[in-house]
């Protein structure tokens, strides 16, 4: 559940050590690239990400360049927006320009969508979700991983980048904000004459 943004190159690389890498509800926004991997990597299990608005001409969302990688990989539930342009996809040799053919031509990225995820004001780095996003509610667990997390690391994935607990609502919310909904005003005290 991390927040990357303004970056002039890469967003997320993974690729030093290599192995198996779990990406999940991060929110990548006006970076250079997306997530990019590297030659070392086995594998990547991608779920709940935002990548929006990648500022390079040419560059990618998401790149996974080995094809071999690629088939050991997995992706779920991702976001994708670019205000000008197409969103650009390489996985493991072919490039794709929508969502759908990516889904299509790599069975990978099933629940992925491009919808602009509707931050708060992203001129300001404010990247929390406002409420009308379709990031709401619409990511999928990651138990599995907070399982390997807490093994190896001993911290945990069930809290967004302000220390919300995941999932708030009825289900996880896709990128590093997790909506909390602003409870009802109370009610005025009503006198009746």
Same mark, same amino acid.
């Given at each position: 559940?991390?927040?990357?943004?303004?970056?002039?190159?890469r967003?997320?690389?993974?690729?030093?050590?290599g192995? *198996?890498?779990?990406v999940a509800?991060?929110?990548v926004? +006006?970076?250079?690239?997306? $997530?990019?991997? @590297? &030659?070392?990597?086995?594998?990547i299990?991608?779920?709940?990400?935002?990548?929006?608005?990648?500022s390079?001409v040419?560059?990618y969302?998401l790149?996974i360049?080995?094809?071999?990688?690629?088939?050991?990989? *997995?992706?779920t539930?991702?976001?994708?927006?670019?205000? +000008?342009?197409?969103?650009? $996809?390489?996985w @493991? &040799?072919p490039?794709?320009?929508?969502?759908?053919?990516?889904?299509?031509?790599?069975?990978?990225?099933?629940?992925?969508?491009?919808?602009?995820?509707?931050?708060?004001n992203?001129?300001a780095?404010?990247?929390?979700?406002t409420a009308?996003?379709?990031a709401?509610?619409?990511?999928?667990?990651?138990s599995?991983?907070?399982?390997?997390?807490?093994?190896?690391?001993?911290t945990?994935?069930?809290?967004d980048?302000?220390?919300?607990?995941?999932p708030?609502?009825a289900a996880?919310d896709?990128?590093?904000d997790?909506?909390?909904?602003?409870?009802p005003?109370?009610?005025?005290?009503?006198?009746?004459?």
């Open positions: 559940g991390n927040l990357f943004y303004n970056i002039a190159e967003g997320i690389y993974l690729d030093r050590g192995g *198996t890498f779990y509800n991060n929110t926004a +006006s970076c250079g690239e997306g $997530i990019i991997s @590297g &030659g070392t990597v086995t594998a299990h991608l779920k709940n990400n935002i990548i929006t608005d990648i390079v040419g560059g969302h790149e360049a080995n094809s071999t990688v690629a088939a050991a990989s *997995t992706a539930n991702l976001m994708f927006y670019q205000t +000008s342009g197409s969103v650009r $996809i390489h @493991g &040799g490039s794709y320009t929508t969502v759908p053919s990516w889904i299509s031509g790599s069975l990978k990225g099933q629940g992925s969508v491009t919808q602009n995820p509707n931050f708060v992203p001129g780095a404010n990247y929390h979700l009308g996003s379709l709401i509610d619409t990511g999928v667990s990651v599995e991983f907070e399982t390997i997390l807490q093994s190896r690391f001993g945990s994935l069930l809290r980048f302000d220390g919300d607990v995941r708030a609502i996880w896709i990128g590093a997790e909506f909390i909904p602003t409870p005003a109370p009610p005025q005290n009503l006198r009746i004459v």
